[in-house]
Nanobody
Framework: QVQLVESGGGLVQPGGSLRLSCAASGFTFSNYGMSWYRQAPGKERELVAAITSAGGTTNYADSVKGRFTISRDDAKNTVYLQMNSLKPEDTAMYYC?????????WGQGTQVTVSS
């Protein structure tokens, strides 16, 4: 059974940091490209960051470049999103996604709220 379980979300003040984790099971994690998306209320889901299988290449949305870092640990079947210098506009539900050619899996999401 395929599972992607996000954790690490919460309420944080502007300028603060959070580290999201996405634990995967039920498929060969190391073969899959992994990414983080987010969706704010009333807005479309958007790509935040992505990392290729083997972690050779990463890419980021312009809005998070220099503040967020995506990484993966294939030994733990986990992908991370380190988020620094958080802004109120980063408030959203954050989802992880696994993709291998046409096969894709999504997690259920973890809420991040940036507010004073």
């Amino acid at each position: 059974q395929v599972q992607l379980v996000e954790s690490g979300g919460g309420l944080v003040q502007p300028g603060g940091s959070l580290r999201l984790s996405c634990a995967a099971s039920g498929f060969t994690f190391s073969n899959y490209g992994m990414s983080w998306y987010r969706q704010a209320p009333g807005k479309e889901r958007e790509l935040v960051a992505a990392i290729t299988s083997a972690g050779g290449t990463t890419n980021y949305a312009d809005s998070v470049k220099g503040r967020f870092t995506i990484s993966r640990d294939d030994a733990k079947n986990t992908v991370y999103l380190q988020m620094n210098s958080l802004k109120p506009e980063d408030t959203a539900m954050y989802y992880c996604k696994a993709r291998y050619f046409v096969t894709a899996y999504w997690g259920q999401g973890t809420q991040v709220t940036v507010s004073s």
